[in-house]
Protein backbone atom coordinates (compact mmCIF):
# COMPACT_ATOMS: atom_id res chain seq x y z
CA UNK A 1 0.00 0.00 0.00
CA UNK A 2 1.51 3.38 -1.32
CA UNK A 3 0.62 6.73 0.21
CA UNK A 4 1.24 9.33 -2.33
CA UNK A 5 0.66 13.02 -1.45
CA UNK A 6 -0.06 15.69 -3.71
CA UNK A 7 2.08 18.52 -2.33
CA UNK A 8 0.99 21.02 -4.50
CA UNK A 9 -2.93 20.79 -3.47
CA UNK A 10 -1.90 20.61 0.13
CA UNK A 11 -0.22 23.77 -0.30
CA UNK A 12 -3.47 24.95 -2.00
CA UNK A 13 -6.01 23.35 0.56
CA UNK A 14 -3.71 25.24 3.55
CA UNK A 15 -3.40 28.46 2.10
CA UNK A 16 -7.17 28.68 1.32
CA UNK A 17 -8.02 27.67 5.23
CA UNK A 18 -5.45 30.10 6.24
CA UNK A 19 -6.72 32.56 4.64
CA UNK A 20 -10.45 32.13 5.84
CA UNK A 21 -9.19 31.93 9.31
CA UNK A 22 -7.45 35.09 9.67
CA UNK A 23 -10.18 36.55 7.75
CA UNK A 24 -12.83 35.26 10.58
CA UNK A 25 -10.66 36.51 13.22
CA UNK A 26 -9.89 40.17 11.66
CA UNK A 27 -13.80 40.40 11.29
CA UNK A 28 -14.25 39.62 14.81
CA UNK A 29 -11.84 41.80 16.01
CA UNK A 30 -13.27 44.92 13.95
CA UNK A 31 -16.83 43.68 15.51
CA UNK A 32 -15.34 44.00 19.30
CA UNK A 33 -13.60 47.05 18.62
CA UNK A 34 -16.98 48.81 17.41
CA UNK A 35 -18.68 47.42 19.41
CA UNK A 36 -16.76 48.36 23.15
CA UNK A 37 -16.51 52.23 20.73
CA UNK A 38 -19.60 52.78 20.47
CA UNK A 39 -20.94 50.52 24.07
CA UNK A 40 -20.13 53.81 26.25
CA UNK A 41 -21.60 56.83 23.51
CA UNK A 42 -24.89 54.22 23.22
CA UNK A 43 -25.49 53.97 27.08
CA UNK A 44 -24.84 57.28 28.46
CA UNK A 45 -27.07 58.96 25.43
CA UNK A 46 -29.56 56.71 27.13
CA UNK A 47 -28.68 57.84 30.25
CA UNK A 48 -29.36 61.22 28.72
CA UNK A 49 -32.40 60.55 26.99
CA UNK A 50 -34.20 58.96 30.43
CA UNK A 51 -32.84 61.33 32.97
CA UNK A 52 -34.42 64.50 30.11
CA UNK A 53 -37.95 62.25 30.35
CA UNK A 54 -37.71 62.22 33.93
CA UNK A 55 -37.06 65.80 34.14
CA UNK A 56 -34.18 65.65 35.96
CA UNK A 57 -31.50 66.94 33.43
CA UNK A 58 -29.97 70.48 34.15
CA UNK A 59 -26.77 71.74 33.12
CA UNK A 60 -25.57 73.82 35.44
CA UNK A 61 -22.11 76.12 34.55
CA UNK A 62 -19.91 76.09 37.33
CA UNK A 63 -16.77 77.99 37.38
CA UNK A 64 -14.58 76.77 39.83
CA UNK A 65 -11.29 79.17 40.47
CA UNK A 66 -8.53 77.54 41.95
CA UNK A 67 -5.86 79.71 43.52
CA UNK A 68 -2.31 79.43 43.37
CA UNK A 69 -1.93 78.86 46.95
CA UNK A 70 -4.75 75.75 46.85
CA UNK A 71 -2.93 73.97 43.75
CA UNK A 72 0.53 74.38 45.40
CA UNK A 73 -1.16 72.73 48.12
CA UNK A 74 -2.13 69.54 46.61
CA UNK A 75 0.24 69.31 44.48
CA UNK A 76 2.45 68.95 47.90
CA UNK A 77 0.03 66.15 49.39
CA UNK A 78 0.21 64.31 45.90
CA UNK A 79 3.78 64.75 46.48
CA UNK A 80 4.31 63.84 49.56
CA UNK A 81 1.74 61.08 49.60
CA UNK A 82 3.78 59.37 47.08
CA UNK A 83 6.75 60.03 49.38
CA UNK A 84 5.17 57.68 51.90
CA UNK A 85 6.73 54.80 51.46
CA UNK A 86 10.76 53.56 51.98
CA UNK A 87 13.02 53.09 48.94
CA UNK A 88 14.31 49.82 50.05
CA UNK A 89 17.35 48.48 48.22
CA UNK A 90 17.37 45.57 46.08
CA UNK A 91 19.94 43.09 48.11
CA UNK A 92 18.46 39.88 49.62
CA UNK A 93 20.84 38.63 52.59
CA UNK A 94 20.55 35.20 53.42
CA UNK A 95 22.06 34.20 56.77
CA UNK A 96 22.99 30.61 57.15
CA UNK A 97 21.86 29.18 60.65
CA UNK A 98 24.07 26.37 62.15
CA UNK A 99 22.10 23.69 62.99
CA UNK A 100 21.71 22.60 66.90
CA UNK A 101 23.16 19.08 67.45
CA UNK A 102 20.37 16.81 68.32
CA UNK A 103 20.18 13.15 68.89
CA UNK A 104 17.15 12.60 67.26
CA UNK A 105 18.73 13.89 64.15
CA UNK A 106 21.77 12.21 64.33
CA UNK A 107 22.43 9.36 61.71
CA UNK A 108 25.24 7.61 63.60
CA UNK A 109 22.71 5.42 65.75
CA UNK A 110 21.37 4.12 62.59
CA UNK A 111 24.29 2.76 61.09
CA UNK A 112 25.04 -0.14 63.50
CA UNK A 113 25.84 -3.54 62.27
CA UNK A 114 25.26 -6.75 63.73
CA UNK A 115 27.43 -9.40 63.65
CA UNK A 116 26.86 -12.74 64.67
Not at 25 to 32: E, K, P, S, W
Not at 87 to 109: A, G, M, Q
Request: charged content about 20%; proline content about 2%.
Amino acid sequence: MHLIFQIPELILEGGIIAVIGYTIVFTALLILYYTFLYLGKVLAWNTRRRLAQAGKLSHQETEIEVTGEEAAAIALAIFLCRDLHDDESDVITIKRVSKVYSPWSSKIYGTRTFSR
